[in-house]
């Protein structure tokens, strides 16, 4: 079982439609990072959050601590919100050095 | 652009030969990381500094990997002798790390997609 779980793996959604995007983490993190990543590799951070709940334009990102659940939200989805999803949690500890990743979600908007 | 950079983008190399692949990263940056995705996984944690020194290495980093930040600047990943499991996507990342911060945002770099023949 990965330390960090992300349902759904894949996503097909038409244009317009609200989207949900889980994560799960069995590790204690000190916080945790919602990556955005293009065909061809790149990779964008989008949020950077510990507790509560954070907005980026159509973007919402949530996160629940004890629960140890997060959820990236996207609102009238778009094409070019197509791309895989990927949270990711900074590993507790000392050093603070490493990110443990999720497999990602691949997100697919219809026009 | 002062973004994270890598170079080079893609390497296709002989299996057994050796390969260095460079990131340079923001420029204040003070922590350097390097992680490594293969096809339909996510990316995996191999090594990271903080100014010149290197903080921690997973178990990933066998002995033919080698990873240096001479300068605390930009960054030197190796691999010799290379092997076709090694055919991924190199990733680095960097952030600004303060004393007294609970934690630090990482920003990526486009990658270097190896391929091991």
């Known amino acids: 079982k990965n330390e960090v779980e992300q349902s759904p793996q894949n996503l097909t959604a038409q244009e317009g439609e609200f989207i949900t995007i889980n994560c799960s983490y069995s590790?204690?993190?000190?916080?945790l990072h919602w990556l955005q990543q293009h065909p061809g590799g790149g990779i964008v951070s989008l949020f950077m959050?510990?507790?509560g709940k954070k907005k980026h334009g159509r973007l919402i990102a949530t996160i629940n601590i004890q629960e140890k659940h997060s959820s990236l939200h996207i609102t009238a989805s778009h094409p070019r919100d197509s791309a895989v999803y990927i949270c990711?949690?900074?590993?507790?500890?000392?050093?603070?050095?490493?990110?443990?990743f999720g497999k990602g979600t691949k997100l697919s908007v219809k026009p | 652009d002062t973004g994270v950079s890598q170079d080079p983008r893609h390497k296709i190399t002989k299996r057994g030969q050796n390969v260095t692949f460079r990131c340079d990263p923001i420029?204040?940056?003070?922590?350097l990381y390097w992680y490594r995705q293969t096809l339909g996984q996510g990316p995996e944690f191999l090594t990271y500094?903080?100014?010149?020194?290197?903080?921690?290495k997973s178990r990933l980093l066998s002995d033919r990997f080698s990873a240096e930040r001479p300068k605390g600047s930009f960054s030197t990943l190796e691999i010799q002798r290379t092997e076709q499991g090694d055919s991924a996507m190199y990733l680095c990342?960097?952030?600004?790390?303060?004393?007294?911060?609970?934690?630090?945002?990482?920003?990526f770099g486009p990658g270097t997609r190896l391929t091991v023949l």
């Open positions: 990342a960097s952030s600004l790390k303060y004393r007294l911060a609970p934690y630090n945002e990482q920003f």
């Open positions: 590790v204690g993190i000190s916080a």
């Open positions: 959050l510990s507790s």
């Open positions: 500094f903080q100014n010149e020194a290197q903080l921690e």
């Open positions: 420029s204040e940056h003070n922590r």
């Open positions: 990711a949690g900074l590993n507790y500890g000392g050093s603070q050095g490493n990110l443990i």
